[in-house]
Nanobody
């Protein structure tokens, strides 16, 4: 079963940066778009950023636009989420998901905590 493996989360102060990674193997990664989501305690899961299969198109939630950058390396079956100028409200479990009904399963996610 295809399952994403997210990493790179941690504890960071407001204004800091983190780079998340998402590795997904077992299928043709370069054929599919990918989304990053986040879920904070007591809140609904939120779509944060999307990227198409080639990396030539990206889209962001208004809450992260200008601060986060999604990218991918199809040679390494890996997607990234560069997060800059982090705010307290960015604290959440971050998950990636392939845009596919067959391969779009959820991983364990990586926790990002922004705290002073």
């Amino acid at each position: 079963q295809v399952q994403p493996v997210e990493s790179g989360g941690g504890l960071v102060q407001p204004g800091g940066s983190l780079r998340l990674s998402c590795v997904v193997s077992g299928f043709t990664f370069s054929n599919y778009g990918l989304d990053w989501y986040r879920q904070a305690p007591g809140k609904e899961r939120e779509l944060v950023a999307s990227i198409n299969n080639s990396g030539g198109w990206t889209n962001y939630a208004d809450s992260v636009k200008g601060r986060f950058t999604i990218s991918r390396d199809n040679n390494k079956n890996t997607a990234f989420l560069q997060m800059n100028a982090l705010k307290l409200e960015d604290t959440a479990l971050y998950l990636c998901k392939v845009q596919s009904q067959i391969f779009g399963t959820w991983g364990q996610g990586t926790q990002v905590t922004v705290s002073s």
